[in-house]
């Protein structure tokens, strides 16, 4: 029997990290094959991650949930016949919704000998309410179907701002526990027991997602019911089993009635016009709503260069080069070092690490002046 785990979370939140801790200290004698979607031209996390050993399948050509999920399906169950591993772990791309990916690996369960083991959200709790401002269709989605939801950077907080964190988070999906623990502080064994102690929540969504308990009618991605309004009430069972102190007592063993708001609109027509895509809550696929500009080059840079182009690149109020969500790249400098950049909003990294073969930038974003930044990188 082959475990599942898919592991998503918003560009920038700590994926990669946490499937390495959990590869490190969880998962050592298993064979693991880890799937990755990065939304992007130029894909950089897979070299990361090749060091430990891990099989990738690198999909840089769209993103899971959208565009690839015929193609996703067939690599899937490719796979499993060839390396018949014990567990695969899912990264999906940064900017997916989960409730698809989630779809289409259970589309590759049902007649396999697979389970779908966990579904978790990584979500960065500095950059939560500002991710949901701006692009709350898709990170609303993440946050409420996953089973259990990973918080990062919880050690760079105070208790206040965490707790909002979680006080909004708990507006969106009440019921799967929440990891809010610092990861130094935790093992990775630690995380993967949260993360198999699973409840029903996403697959109840899913059903909700298929047949409206109001009209009676099955309703497909992007389908609603016109004319009314209704509430949900549920009734989810939950494994009994103890949470320790690593997870936020916010209400999720409790069956108190919860009701989701729905907006009745007609689906959205996305051709022939701009789109500004702060708060909005149509439904559009990733590629409609997230642009990515990669380049592969040899060019040199130094690590001032380098540094004074995040800076002008996380420039929240200038827009000049579009809404910036995350700018990754590992080029050379002219000492024959590596420079490894990483940058999420309000927060930018520079480090020397391994070589590649050649230098590798992306920029992933909304509505990106793709002109502007090759001008930026001298490219």
Not at 220 to 230: A, L, N, R, T, V
Request: proline share 2%; with cysteine; glycine share 10%.
């Amino acid at each position: 029997m082959t475990k599942i785990d898919i592991i998503s979370g918003f560009l920038g939140a700590g994926k990669t990290t946490l499937i390495k801790k959990l590869i490190a200290e969880a998962l050592q004698g298993q064979k693991v094959v880890l799937i990755e979607n990065e939304f992007g031209e130029i894909g950089i996390d897979g070299g990361f991650l090749k060091e430990s050993g891990i099989q990738i399948n690198e999909m840089n050509s769209g993103c899971i949930c959208c565009s690839l999920v015929g193609d996703f399906n067939a690599a899937l169950k490719d796979v499993l016949s060839q390396y018949e591993p014990d567990r695969i772990i899912i990264e999906p791309s940064g900017v997916g919704k989960l409730s698809d990916v989630i779809k289409a690996v259970q589309k590759v369960v049902d007649g396999e000998n697979v389970v779908l083991d966990s579904y978790i959200t990584v979500a960065d709790v500095k950059r939560a309410k500002m991710y949901l401002k701006n692009f709350g269709e898709f990170y609303k989605n993440q946050v409420q179907y996953a089973s259990t939801i990973i918080l990062s950077r919880t050690q760079d907080v105070k208790e206040d701002k965490l707790e909002k964190t979680i006080e909004l988070i708990r507006t969106l999906n009440d019921r799967s526990p929440i990891v809010t623990t610092p990861w130094e502080d935790i093992t990775g064994a630690q995380i993967l027991e949260v993360m198999e102690g699973k409840n029903d929540f996403a697959e109840d969504l899913l059903r909700e997602a298929e047949i409206c308990p109001e009209c009676g009618h099955h309703h497909h991605e992007g389908e609603h019911c016109h004319d009314h309004e209704h509430d949900h009430e549920h009734d989810h069972g939950h494994e009994g089993h103890d949470h320790e102190a690593h997870l936020h007592d916010g209400g999720h063993c409790h069956h108190e009635e919860h009701h989701h708001d729905h907006d009745h609109h007609d689906h959205c027509g996305c051709e022939g016009h701009d789109h500004h895509h702060h708060g909005h809550e149509g439904h559009h696929h990733a590629d409609e709503v997230f642009t990515s500009w990669g380049k592969e080059t040899p060019k040199k840079f130094t690590e001032e260069q380098v540094r004074g182009i995040l800076e002008k690149l996380a420039d929240e109020d200038s827009r000049e080069y579009g809404i910036i969500l995350r700018a990754k790249g590992i080029v050379p400098d002219e000492n024959g070092k590596w420079l490894h950049f990483d940058l999420v909003p309000g927060e930018e990294e520079v480090r020397y690490g391994a070589a590649e073969y050649t230098g590798r930038i992306c920029v992933i974003g909304s509505e990106l002046k793709e002109d502007k930044l090759a001008e930026l990188f001298g490219l």
